[in-house]
């Protein structure tokens, strides 16, 4: 009623993938990304081009299992793509869309992702979880799932892995992102319930194929590139 306690736990409950953004290039989804604050969103390098004016960043209120609420369809200004992405045929990486014309607007359901600025944060095993409209059986709302994390995914992929790249899933093979999901979050959460943009889905030999884990670029390796481009500063020690 008032706005009080109750309403400030539904802030902070995830039900919602709040930082989930859908890219848009002439009205169909093509791939996913996620809103890391201000003006920018954070997709994959293979997801788009260079003319900015080609797609649109769409904010939901993305529910689990479904999509529902209004839309904030907003206009991409600028388009960054990493200079060196690090297997151009594999198509790695990562990239940043920034709107500098009209930012998100205030609104419960979006929230911003962390920007992971150590690659120590997380470790294999860890528990995450991905999100997308990617390939499965024709379903079309926002579909989620947890992914662990996997060490030295050098091991499946040999030289097509490269610094920068992390694996993730399960290598059975029975949960994994798939095309559509590009562009895409892997959140983990810390011990104190904070979520990090840790992996963005970029590769992987098919989807859900026993012994060959879903790639992910790894965030916190360009965490200097973002800073650079985004402006922030730098991380400051207390
Ligand atoms: C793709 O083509 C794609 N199983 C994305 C993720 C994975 C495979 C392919 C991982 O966009």
């Known amino acids: 009623g008032d706005g009080g306690p109750l309403a400030l736990f539904a802030l902070c409950l995830q039900t919602q ?11 169909k989804i093509d791939c996913g990304g996620a809103y890391i604050g201000g003006c920018w ?27 529902q609420g209004t839309t904030d369809i907003v ?4 388009i960054h793509i990493h200079p060196s992405p690090v297997d151009r045929n594999a198509h790695e990486y990562l990239k940043e869309i920034p709107n500098k014309k009209r ?7 979006i929230r ?13 095993n860890h528990t995450c979880s991905i999100s997308g409209w990617g390939r499965t ?17 050098q091991r499946f992929y040999k030289d097509s892995f490269k610094p920068g790249m992390m694996c993730a899933g399960d290598l059975n093979g029975s949960v994994d992102s798939c095309q559509g999901d590009s562009g895409g979050p892997l959140v983990c959460q810390d011990e104190l319930g904070v979520s990090y943009l840790w992996g963005i889905v ?36 207390f």
């Not at 993938?17 to 009205?27: F, G, P, S, T, V």
């Not at 206009?75 to 600028?78: A, G, L, R, T, Y």
């Not at 059986?137 to 995914?153: M, P, T």
């Open 202 to 237: 970029s590769w992987g030999k098919n989807c859900g194929e026993p012994g060959f884990p879903g790639v992910y670029t790894q965030v916190s390796h360009y965490f200097d590139w973002i800073r650079i481009h985004t402006g922030w500063p730098a991380v400051t020690k």
């Open 112 to 124: 911003a992702v962390c920007v992971p600025w150590t690659t120590h944060l997380f470790q294999p």
């Open 75 to 78: 206009p991409i200004q600028e």
């Open 137 to 153: 059986a024709g379903i079309r709302f926002l579909l989620w799932a947890n992914v662990s994390l996997i060490a030295d995914c």
């Open 41 to 67: 969103v954070v997709t994959a390098a293979h997801c788009v081009r260079p003319n900015p004016s080609a797609f649109m960043v769409k904010f939901s209120l993305w529910k689990k299992g479904e999509s």
């Open 103 to 109: 930012c998100v607007e205030e609104n419960p359901a």
């Open 17 to 27: 993938i709040q930082w989930q953004i859908a890219l848009d290039e002439n009205k």
